[in-house]
């Protein structure tokens, strides 16, 4: 059994892809699960938006397997303003008198100008290990993704990534839109959603750069619609920052994508037919407004599809990122824990058993926060502070910013009552000295 450091606790992870794009037949529902757990079919899609500037780290495979409301009145009416210049620049044109066909041509050359200054580069050097016949080898490696300036205070200024655009780290580089180079360190990280924030101190960044940049508009990602206009700006290729135009094709996507960890986290994304290459990671998707929408995450590679490109919602991910900004990571001897064991309830084996997805309840330790508060085995942990749990990934990543003797309110799932949902408070512990 795995240990997790963060809920002395232990997670499966079963999954097969499929290489058709068709859902598997599901078996019949059954609430044995502690006995039989479903085979979890899972879309195998890659992050892999990471250049690697030597052009020989591409991460872009996908084994052919599917696999602020706080803006002040002025932004709101620059943000109207800009919107409706650019739908004034909108042309149609009949191609022929026999066939209507209508060409839409879009100048979103003011979204660019106003956007542009926010958005960053991030180039990450780190270092890779690989097993040869003389034993381990490190080689270093060179990647490039993108960032959004997303907030900012009198000693830093805050850039909001995909975490695995900054994994494995040795050395973090910050372009600004000028070409200006800045050290930046990681502020945290989140795997279970591939987010993270990098942190930039304002004393190392030269006075004309920090007078030209601005921090990004966050508009609202759950009054998107399908259909409405798209762009897309990011470090593409690595060549430096580029903006593509396209539509949001479709919204709240369940999107399965391995980490860097080997983990299965399946997140609901939007969708975008404007182009999305290795380097735009953690780049901006934006409404017509120049609004941020969304955070640039993953894209299908494969030789038969064109335009699927995906992106975080921002009003899904602002709160996890403002989370990162204003918290540091707990040390291992601070750290609040659960107390429980258990394992991953994925979207396939919830339908196939008829159990909430979340983190299914094996075993409580005697004397946990979570035993005192009437947490029992076979019970489905599917909220943590408000936060939707889909795993236990997702758990980690929310705890790890949480000490003990910190109060809680957790969502569970009651196996005794029909997986009815309600919420305990749960006084974190230190981890308990236990062998189970």
């Not at 180039?123 to 381990?136: A, C, D, H, I, K």
Request: glycine share 8%; net charge negative; aromatic share 6%.
């Amino acid at each position: 059994m795995s240990d997790f450091n963060n809920n002395q606790s232990e997670s499966y992870y079963q999954w097969t892809p499929y290489d058709d794009g068709r859902q598997p037949r599901k078996p019949k529902k059954n609430r044995d699960f502690p006995a039989k757990l479903g085979r979890a079919a899972l879309i195998a899609l890659v992050f892999g938006l990471v250049a690697g500037i030597s052009f020989q780290s591409v991460v872009l495979v996908s084994n052919k397997y599917f696999a602020n409301s706080s803006e002040s009145a002025a932004e709101e009416t620059a943000s109207e303003e800009l919107a409706s210049d650019i739908l004034d620049n909108v042309t149609a044109t009949t191609a022929s008198s026999t066939t209507e066909s209508t060409i839409i041509s879009t100048d979103v050359s003011k979204v660019a100008d106003s956007v542009l200054p926010a958005i960053v580069q991030v180039t990450n050097v780190s270092l890779t290990e690989y097993q040869t016949w003389f034993g381990p080898y490190q080689e270093e490696q060179t990647s490039a993704g993108s960032g959004i300036i997303i907030s900012q205070d009198e000693d830093y200024i805050y850039i909001a990534t995909n975490n695995h655009v900054v994994t494995g780290s040795q050395d973090l580089t910050i372009t600004f839109n000028d070409g200006e180079s800045v050290e930046g360190e990681i502020k945290g990280t989140d795997s279970s959603c591939d987010l993270a924030v990098v942190s930039v101190k304002v004393d190392d960044i030269p006075k004309e750069t920090l007078s030209a940049i601005k921090v990004a508009t966050l508009g609202d990602s759950d009054n998107s619609v399908v259909g409405e206009a798209a762009i897309v700006i990011g470090n593409a290729m690595g060549y430096g920052t580029s903006v593509t135009t396209g539509i949001i094709s479709a919204l709240d996507r369940e999107v399965s994508i391995t980490d860097s960890d080997g983990n299965v986290v399946t997140n609901s994304l939007i969708q975008t037919d404007a182009a999305v290459n290795p380097g735009n990671s953690g780049g901006a998707l934006l409404n017509v407004k120049g609004e941020v929408i969304g955070i640039v995450s993953a894209k299908l590679s494969d030789t038969t599809v064109e335009g699927m490109g995906y992106a975080i919602p921002i009003s899904y991910a602002w709160d996890i990122i403002q989370q990162m900004i204003d918290n540091d990571v707990v040390s291992d001897e601070d750290a609040g824990y659960l107390g429980i064991v258990g394992f991953d309830v994925s979207t396939e084996t919830s339908e196939a058993y008829d159990i909430p997805v979340g983190v299914y309840i094996k075993q409580v330790i005697e004397g946990s926060g979570a035993e005192a508060a009437g947490i029992e085995a076979e019970d489905v942990i599917t909220g943590f502070n408000g936060r939707a749990v889909t795993s236990f990934n997702t758990l980690n990543n929310i705890m790890q910013y949480t000490s003990a003797g910190t109060t809680v309110e957790i969502t569970v799932a009651k196996h005794d009552a029909d997986y009815k949902e309600e919420t305990v408070k749960v006084t974190l512990t230190h981890k308990l000295d236990t062998d189970q």
